[in-house]
């Protein structure tokens, strides 16, 4: 049983920073791909990130160059660096993971994409 548990959600000025966590336990392997996605209030969740076993990322267009992906080298931790926050980026955010190799993509990740997700963590950006 895979488990997922998102932290490090806040509230945070226009411009400003967090980094969101990502304890991954259960049958996890090195070889899983794993993702953040973005539920803005009212709005679809929608995939922003993703890093492969390989070490390949991929991001969507909106948070690329301000987001960065990354785990620690045990592969049980993922994080999410955000940079320059806008009020557009308030929402859930939730981990994900996907069983299994996966060829890297060079797109975002999609919901129908992944088998696990974390509860959320919810993060406010005011202006």
């Known amino acids: 049983h895979v488990k997922l548990v998102e932290s490090g959600g806040g509230s945070v000025q226009s411009g400003g920073s967090l980094r969101l966590s990502c304890a991954a336990s259960?049958?996890?392997?090195?070889?899983?791909?794993m993702g953040w996605f973005h539920q803005a209030p009212g709005k679809e969740r929608e995939g922003i990130a993703a890093?492969?076993?390989?070490?390949?990322?991929t991001y969507a267009d909106s948070v690329k160059g301000r987001f960065t992906i990354y785990q620690d080298n045990a592969k049980t931790t993922l994080y999410l660096q955000m940079n320059s926050l806008k009020p557009e980026n308030t929402g859930m955010y939730y981990c994900?993971?996907?069983?299994?190799?996966?060829?890297?993509?060079?797109?975002?990740?999609?919901?129908?994409?992944?088998?696990?997700w974390g509860q959320g963590t919810q993060v406010t950006v005011s202006s």
């Open positions: 259960g049958y996890i392997y090195t070889q899983f791909s």
């Open positions: 890093i492969f076993s390989t070490g390949d990322t």
């Open positions: 994900a993971t996907r069983e299994g190799y996966t060829t890297p993509w060079h797109r975002a990740p999609r919901i129908n994409d992944i088998d696990f």
